[in-house]
């Protein structure tokens, strides 16, 4: 069972930054493609970045492009999302997800989710 614990959500002013962890049950982010999802209330889940489980390639939505990160540490089990420059927009429950497919954008694909970190940013 793998299971997926965020941190590190919170309150900040546009332009600032935060980095969100998730720490992960063993191996699974050396196995697995892990992904970051947001959600606000009344909408869909919506895609922010995923690292591959093999040779870490980086994929972002174009609305984080350029301002967030995502990174992993294996020896952790643990990966992250640097954010910059936040944006009201940006406000959001986030999610961390483990897939076995090599790669997605869609969250159907992921089978497993933390429990979701607030991050809300103020203008």
């Known amino acids: 069972q793998v299971q997926l614990v965020e941190s590190g959500g919170g309150l900040v002013q546009a332009g600032g930054s935060l980095r969100l962890s998730c720490a992960a049950s063993?191996?699974?982010?050396?196995?697995?493609?892990m992904g970051w999802f947001r959600q606000v209330p009344g909408k869909e889940r919506e895609f922010v970045a995923h690292i591959r489980w093999s040779g870490g390639s980086t994929y972002y939505a174009d609305s984080v492009k350029g301002r967030f990160t995502i990174s992993r540490d294996n020896a952790k089990n643990t990966v992250y999302l640097q954010m910059n420059s936040l944006k009201p927009e940006d406000t959001a429950v986030y999610y961390c997800a483990a897939t076995s497919y090599f790669g997605s954008n869609y969250a159907d694909r992921y089978e497993y989710w933390g429990q979701g970190t607030q991050v809300t940013v103020s203008s």
């Open positions: 063993s191996h699974t982010v050396s196995s697995y493609t």
